[in-house]
């Protein structure tokens, strides 16, 4: 019963914005303040210690109030002001005590410390021995707004699902004058705003070469079968069976000011072929073709021009594998359900190749030097290098090595021959794996892997990869190393598509960010070459380049390019659609319009207060990485503040749980409950077909 007045507070705050802001304030104001309280007091008898006979002007820092954040800011700005005055004096009079400079005194150092101490809240509660993280530091406000934010996404989503009905406004037909939406890309942002935009109020038109979604972060899984790709995808026009048409082909140009996009058309031939009778050396749609040439008669036909309202340009990267020679030829990705499924059957065919009998030593009875060049042929063919120690990295060496456990295992292993051979070698070019993640939970994915087997090579550069070896080099030295391999992955590094680069051409320089990413405002919007036409282009997910500090970091840094930004952002960017604001305007605001009809969802944004559309902020929810063997990492947060990190088979049950939750529908997660049972009872099926 106690906490009956906050939980009222909270509804009424969820209908008023002047209450809702202020409500962190008001249920925390007695906390804020005993606690600020007691840090003045603790750093204002410090200081007063450290440096005695100016004690009086520092105890004028307890008279400062503390009621909100700003007097808090006030307070460190006026201590920041103290010790630099202090500083000050005691130069002039060391100047004037002495004519030749001196060094720095302990006093000048401590005096530094301190001014370190009061930069910002982390310092100040570590200088007084408490958890520099708390609870309390959650932004309550975003975590509110994002409850109601999904409470409206619920709503506006099956708008236009039931024959085009409007379940808010109850009209049975789409806007006849609904503004056209142009989604370049099927991955995370994209399928976010395709899952959450109203297709009422939106004509939705979805450009890419791919025709479905694809849960990345299982791909390490499919690779060796402990799941099946169908089990982690949804076809686009499943995620939305209501948007207005989904066209298989890429953007290569558009024209801004006209707001016309060029799209070139798949080749039925490069899926298939079968309507040809070609199948058989049909290469994968998934391949760049090259770029039509638009004067040429008989391609003109596979290049199209649609115009839009809305581009929404979600391409996604592509790999950077070309700032090391060989690497694009020789390496495996691992960023789509097509790289998967080829990764998958090289590592069948590497088991077989290194069972044939030229490599194996019976074949050569008596002959020791040729079972010595036999052994070693064998042992590299069934050696597999995996570039870059990130999440994707990382969790393949786990899959891998916990596929092959299983198929060399004793006694009924179908590789049991090639227990011995079997190596993983994992190449990091940094000190440590998995750099989001604490250090703790950093040091315990390296114990991991090592643990089982797995060899990874730390401060180490490749320096070339070539069909059957890679040539790495360690940091800051000369030596180098060959390992011969039979197979190599890269999973390190993103480079921009062409499409982002044809984008950028026609962009102001301002537009260009760092890794051939686009720059964008707090509301998604890149510039653009005229006023007239700003507000038209949205840029999410790995392409956008947002910056924003944190709660404990003042520094502005880039979002990093994970599917938890993109799929925030992509929802971000339909609900701002839905509402209708006039992006053009900074920020962008409600439109005054004449509503012939009542409309529950403009009384709930200017309910919430809403008038002015927010600007984008990315809840950080924290990492999961597997590290094979049934054990996974767990770095849980929420927002800046870090909740708890775990690691171990909890852990893993964690992982298990959050990927299944977080799957696209509930198909998904039936299919890949029955795969992980299936890969339980069975094992992995190792069939190449």
Not at 346 to 364: K, N
Not at 475 to 481: A, L, P, T, V
């Amino acid at each position: 019963m106690t906490n009956l007045p906050t939980l009222l507070w909270i509804v009424a705050a969820a209908v008023s914005w002047n209450g809702w802001r202020m409500f962190p304030y008001h249920a925390c104001e007695g906390f804020i303040s005993k606690r600020y309280d007691m840090t003045i007091r603790h750093t204002s008898t410090k200081l007063s210690y450290e440096w005695s006979g100016k004690n009086n002007y520092l105890e004028q820092l307890a008279t400062v109030p503390l009621n909100d954040e700003g007097d808090l800011q006030n307070y460190l700005s006026v201590v920041s002001d103290t010790v630099e005055h202090l500083q000050s004096q005691e130069k002039l009079s060391n100047e004037a005590d002495n004519d030749e400079p001196q060094e720095a005194s302990d006093d000048d150092s401590e005096l530094q410390r301190y001014l370190n101490m009061v930069s910002n809240e982390v310092q100040v509660k570590k200088f007084l021995g408490e958890n520099p993280y708390s609870l309390t530091d959650i932004d309550i406000r975003m975590i509110m707004g994002r409850l109601l934010d999904t409470l409206e996404d619920s709503t506006q989503k099956r708008n236009g699902k039931l024959k085009g009905q409007a379940k808010l406004k109850g009209k049975k037909e789409p806007l006849p004058n609904r503004p056209t939406v142009i989604v370049l890309g099927t991955g995370w942002a994209a399928h976010a705003f395709i899952k959450a935009a109203s297709t009422y109020d939106l004509r939705i038109v979805v450009v890419s070469p791919v025709n479905h979604f694809v849960f990345t972060p299982m791909l390490a899984s499919a690779a060796v079968g402990t799941i099946e790709y169908r089990s982690m995808t949804e076809p686009i026009r499943v995620t939305n069976p209501f948007i207005d048409n989904y066209v298989e082909g890429r953007a290569v140009s558009v024209d801004i000011p006209n707001k016309v996009l060029t799209v070139q058309l798949s080749s039925l031939a490069t899926v298939t072929g079968a309507f040809k009778g070609v199948a058989a050396n049909a290469p994968c749609r998934l391949e760049l073709e090259p770029v039509i040439n638009e004067e040429t008669a008989e391609d003109a036909r596979k290049l199209i021009e649609l115009t839009y309202d809305y581009l929404v340009c979600a391409v996604g990267t592509s790999v950077r594998s070309k700032i090391v020679p060989g690497a694009k030829d020789h390496c495996f990705n691992l960023k789509t359900s097509q790289d998967s499924k080829r990764l998958r059957t090289a590592i069948g065919e590497a088991l077989e190749y290194a069972s044939r009998p030229d490599v194996s030593d019976e074949y050569y009875p008596g002959n020791l030097q040729q079972q010595k060049v036999a052994t070693a042929e064998r042992k590299r063919r069934v050696r597999f290098a995996i570039v870059g120690g990130g999440p994707t990295g990382v969790e393949l060496a786990g899959e891998m090595n916990d596929f092959f456990s299983e198929i060399t295992a004793k006694p009924d292993g179908a590789y049991q021959h090639l227990a011995d051979d079997i190596e993983v070698i994992l190449v990091h070019g940094g000190s440590e794996l998995l750099p989001a993640m604490d250090k703790e939970l950093r040091q315990r994915a390296l114990d991991a892997l090592t643990a089982q087997g797995i060899r990874v090579i730390l401060k180490t550069r490749l320096k070339e990869v070539g069909r059957d070896y890679i040539r790495i080099g360690e940091k800051g030295s000369d030596i180098e190393e060959t390992i011969p391999v039979g197979l190599t992955v890269w999973a390190a590094g993103n480079a921009p598509v062409p499409f982002v680069t044809e984008l950028l051409s026609k962009l102001p320089e301002s537009a260009a960010g760092p890794g051939g990413r686009i720059n964008v405002d707090r509301w998604l919007r890149c510039p653009t070459p005229t006023p007239e036409s700003f507000g038209s282009i949205l840029v999410l997910g790995d392409v956008a380049c947002l910056e924003a500090d944190g709660k404990y970091d003042p520094e502005k840094r880039p979002l990093p390019q994970t599917a938890q930004v993109a799929g925030q952002q992509g929802a971000f960017a339909a609900r701002m659609l839905n509402r209708r604001y006039d992006l053009r305007q900074t920020p962008p605001v409600l439109p005054n319009i004449q509503d012939d009809e009542p409309s529950l969802l403009r009384s709930w944004i200017l309910a919430r207060g809403l008038e002015k559309a927010p600007e984008f902020n990315f809840l950080n929810l924290g990492y999961l990485a597997y590290v094979g063997g049934g054990e996974a990492l767990n770095q849980v947060k929420l927002g800046d503040v870090p909740i708890f990190n775990y690691s171990g088979k909890v852990a893993f049950a964690l992982w298990r749980t959050v990927y299944l939750a977080k799957q696209a529908a509930t198909r998904n997660q039936a299919l890949i409950v029955f795969d992980w049972l299936r890969t339980e009872l069975f094992g992995r099926d190792i069939t190449r077909l």
